[in-house]
């Protein structure tokens, strides 16, 4: 495939991401704020979210399957261990 067609392609694929990139972040930005406020119940929901949104983004292709899982876990666990503390 020619250069430029990439290069075209590449750009459109791109702006078309770029939004769904955005939510993702935010979503795990806002999930690791709430566990670190320690308020379990807005975390719970706030984690339960975001994870959701992460699986959306390995579906639409903008976020690797492993990635995700790894990141998911991650979460997970500090959401496990602030409720430990809490009880």
Known sequence: MPAKKTGRQQIKRSVRT???RTETR???AKALRS?????VAEAETDVR?????MDRSVQKGILHK???????SRIA???NKMKAASA
Do not use: T
């Open 35 to 39: 566990v670190e406020a320690g308020d």
């Open 18 to 20: 770029r939004g769904d």
């Open 77 to 79: 666990a500090r959401l």
């Open 49 to 53: 979210d975001a994870l959701s949104i």
């Open 66 to 72: 492993n990635n995700v899982n790894r990141r998911k």
């Open 26 to 28: 935010s979503a795990i």
